[in-house]
């Protein structure tokens, strides 16, 4: 039973939900028409159906990447899959620019940028937790826009770690390694940017 939880949990608070997450938010507190808004929206459609096919293309041709411990993978096979997001962000920060958007949808972007292209180098050498990165990110993000009243969104930390641990996808090191990623560029970025 705690398994099927464990399945439930690492599907639900997957990395490309909660990416969408935060794009989402970056749109809904940006201080634009809500016709852009309607227009980004249906765009992260259009791109979350695009990542859909791209990872029913890569498991359809026997990419592996996202096994548990005992399963050999191809590190460089979840690194091509992650380069085709890190295209598809740039498109949408590409975008972003020439529709002259504000913040925090540009800084939004180019965090998940600048740590999609980090984790594309790592994954090359080691098996980081894109789980753990995505909750990271995101905590960070909704913490430092929005600041401590959204605290409980930190529960979601230990409860993928769990999950991920219980499928046998990541090591500890993996997992701290992942949160501890998407939390420090992230709050980098924000603050570099001025969102803090």
């Known amino acids: 039973m705690s398994r099927i939880v464990a399945h439930a949990i690492s599907w639900i608070f997957n990395p490309g939900t909660l990416v969408l997450g935060l794009l989402i938010l970056g749109v809904a507190v940006s201080p634009i028409s809500m016709l852009a808004k309607i227009w ?7 791109a979350t159906g695009l990542g859909g096919v791209i990872l029913l293309f890569s498991w359809a041709h026997g990419l592996v990447i996202d096994a548990d411990l005992t399963t050999p993978i191809n590190l460089r096979d979840r690194t091509r899959v992650l380069l085709f997001f890190l295209a598809i962000l740039a498109l949408m920060l590409f975008a972003s620019f020439q529709a002259n958007q504000v913040q925090p949808l540009h800084t939004i972007l180019i965090t998940l940028l600048v740590i999609g292209a980090v ?4 994954t090359l050498v080691w098996k980081i937790s894109l789980h753990m990165l995505g909750v990271g990110t995101l905590t960070a993000a909704l913490l430092l826009v ?7 969104v ?5 409860l993928v770690a769990w999950a991920r641990l219980r499928l046998h996808r990541h090591t500890p090191y993996q997992l701290v390694g992942g949160f501890a990623l998407g939390v420090g560029i992230t709050s980098l970025i924000f603050w570099w940017s001025g969102i803090v």
């Open 146 to 152: 929005f600041g401590p009243s959204w605290w409980s």
């Open 40 to 46: 980004w929206y249906v765009g992260y459609l259009v």
């Open 154 to 158: 930190s529960l979601l930390v230990p």
């Open 119 to 122: 984790v594309a180098a790592i």
